[in-house]
């Protein structure tokens, strides 16, 4: 399996940006999905971004045009840059990572809070 570090968190004002950044242990070149999942205070985790091995991405409704999943294999990295911040973005973010024998890696999450 690959260990997976984001970094990037913190608080930020409502309109504000922030880039997270989600560290592999290893090559990503073969990885078939990687992306970025939430959890907001008493909801469930969701999907937040998510590039798929044929090269597809897939974003939720609620964050299109403010979110863009980016990555660099050189660095085995994926970033999530956030603009236009809301509130209700509020989460732990999650890095998730599915690698070609099907095995699911999860960081350990990063704090993500937006001021009103």
């Known amino acids: 399996q690959v260990q997976l570090v984001e970094s990037g968190g913190g608080l930020v004002q409502a309109g504000g940006s922030l880039r997270l950044s989600c560290a592999a242990s290893?090559?990503?070149?073969?990885?078939?999905?990687m992306g970025w999942y939430r959890q907001g205070p008493g909801k469930e985790r969701e999907l937040v971004a998510l590039?798929?091995?044929?090269?597809?991405?897939n974003y939720a409704d609620s964050v299109k045009g403010r979110f863009t999943i980016s990555r660099d294999n050189a660095k085995s990295t994926v970033y999530l840059q956030m603009n236009s911040l809301k509130p209700e973005d509020t989460a732990v973010y999650y890095c998730?990572?599915?690698?070609?024998?099907?095995?699911?890696?999860w960081g350990q999450g990063t704090q993500v809070t937006v001021s009103s």
């Open positions: 998730r990572a599915i690698d070609a024998h099907g095995f699911v890696s």
């Open positions: 290893r090559s990503i070149f073969s990885i078939n999905a």
């Open positions: 590039f798929s091995r044929g090269g597809s991405i």
